[in-house]
């Protein structure tokens, strides 16, 4: 989402709660401006953890997050290239080298000036799982560097690189080892979004898609796109989908023959931008400006149903296992669309927040349990648990989170639009 999608509204400065009972170093009390990065006294009387943070991902099963839902009830309507490739067979600058600032993960921002005393806030939060069983989440580190919006937060199945970009085109690479940035490089143009898929990474740019094959470190420039790309989706069958600022959708398959992602098709029928994209049960889902979010049959490659219900932007979209999808809007709310008998979809459940929304992202906690995170304009993001929406938690940054990505071990990252990507990991389980 570009920077004018995410700044809507005006801006709530970040929260607190009362002042704190941290107690005194000696006692070993974490300094909560610290886990902010806002903390510049030294020596502080609180503790500041220091050292390398291990980010390095493992090889792990996939997971869902499972409604059951039925008997939608919502109105709903039923509706009716030029491609060229110019791969670049070279190694891959952005997954080796020594080149790099060698920012260092626990680096610390002291841009903010140090209040006299300590409050209590819920960058590290406490919530109960509803079995008697209490978790704690709080933040590790934070990865500086970027100095605009972040846009796209990827970590590769089997890599142990972490991939940032901002809407300045910045593109960093981080070592999950050592949480160094190890490789910065801009692209030249805003970057809209940034995904990953198997051992792809895609970074959506204004009338261009680059692609990187992070395993043979070969490097593609996917031309065809008209203005800037907003939303990437990929699949396992290595398909490419990007939501275009014109409303289109463009469609590549990567052919291993002629090392190329010749056009499929061009989804066309939408009246306004693309904001999000989500493929599953042989269908791919489109949220646009225009409040609607769209749904196309990729046998027939055809629209086969627009969904109505939200009355601003549709700005993302989440998949449930069973089907089930997750919007969030502008207006405020949160929607849960699931299967009718007859094959098309209607609202299940509404859910209203208190402001306009601009993410969601499912990730479990350190119990297993689905959690749904969901970003406001109000730089806040909350966790519930699913399906009963149990709030577990609220995270606020320094401006609005417009990007949330897990990883594994219980780690989170979240980027906000000061350029800043925090590390965040869910506590050990232990009884209350």
């Not at 801006?11 to 300094?31: E, I, L």
């Not at 009830?73 to 600058?93: A, F, G, M």
């Not at 042989?282 to 609607?292: C, F, I």
């Not at 219900?309 to 919007?327: F, P, R, Y």
Request: glycine residues 12%.
């Amino acid at each position: 989402m570009d920077d004018k999608r995410v700044n809507v509204g005006g801006k709530a400065p970040v929260r607190t709660r009362g002042r704190g009972g941290y107690g005194k170093k000696k006692n070993g009390a974490v300094c909560m401006y610290w886990l902010q990065g806002r903390c510049n006294r030294n020596p502080c009387r609180f503790v500041h953890v220091v050292g390398e943070v291990n980010i390095t991902p493992k090889p792990t099963n996939g997971r869902s997050y499972t409604y059951h839902r039925k008997n939608p009830t919502d109105s709903t309507s039923n509706s009716d290239s030029k491609e060229k490739k110019q791969p670049q067979q070279q190694s891959l600058s952005l997954t080796s080298g020594p080149s790099g600032d060698g920012t260092h993960a626990s680096h610390i921002s002291q841009q903010d000036s140090h209040p006299e005393s300590h409050e209590e806030s819920s960058l590290s939060t406490r919530g109960s799982s509803g079995d008697g069983i209490t978790n704690l989440f709080m933040r590790l580190t934070q990865l500086d560097g970027h100095n605009k919006t972040v846009t796209g937060i990827a970590l590769p199945s089997g890599s142990d690189k972490l991939y940032t970009a901002s809407g300045d085109g910045d593109l960093r690479v981080w070592d999950c080892h050592t949480g160094r940035c190890v490789h910065q490089g801009n692209l030249g143009a805003q970057i809209g979004c940034l995904i990953s898929q198997g051992p792809w990474l895609f970074a959506g740019l204004r009338n261009l898609v680059k692609a990187w094959n992070l395993k043979t470190e070969t490097q593609y420039s996917i031309d065809g796109p008209v203005g800037q790309v907003y939303a990437l989706e990929a699949t396992t069958e290595d398909v490419l989908f990007a939501g275009m600022e014109d409303g289109s959708i463009f469609t590549w398959k990567y052919d291993p023959k002629t090392d190329s992602f010749p056009l499929i098709t061009i989804f066309k029928g939408h009246t306004a931008s693309v904001l999000s994209l989500q493929v599953g049960c042989k269908s791919l889902y489109s949220g646009l400006m225009d409040n609607t979010i769209r749904r196309w049959d990729l046998d027939t490659l055809t629209c086969s149903q627009t969904l109505l219900g939200h009355s601003a932007a549709v700005t993302s979209l989440v998949l449930s296992g069973d089907g089930c999808l997750l919007s969030c809007s502008l207006d405020q709310t949160i929607k849960i669309w699931a299967c009718r008998q007859d094959g098309s979809m209607g609202v299940f459940d509404t859910r209203n927040e208190e402001h306009p929304i601009l993410a969601l992202f499912g990730m479990h906690d350190a119990h297993d349990k689905p959690i749904l995170c969901c970003s406001c304009n109000d730089n806040s993001v909350i966790l519930y648990e699913l399906p009963s929406f149990t709030k577990r938690g609220t995270i606020f940054g320094k401006q609005e989170v417009g990007r949330i990505q897990s990883g594994l071990g219980g780690l989170f990252f979240t980027g906000d639009g000061t350029g800043q990507v925090a590390v965040w990991k869910w506590l050990t389980p232990r009884t209350a």
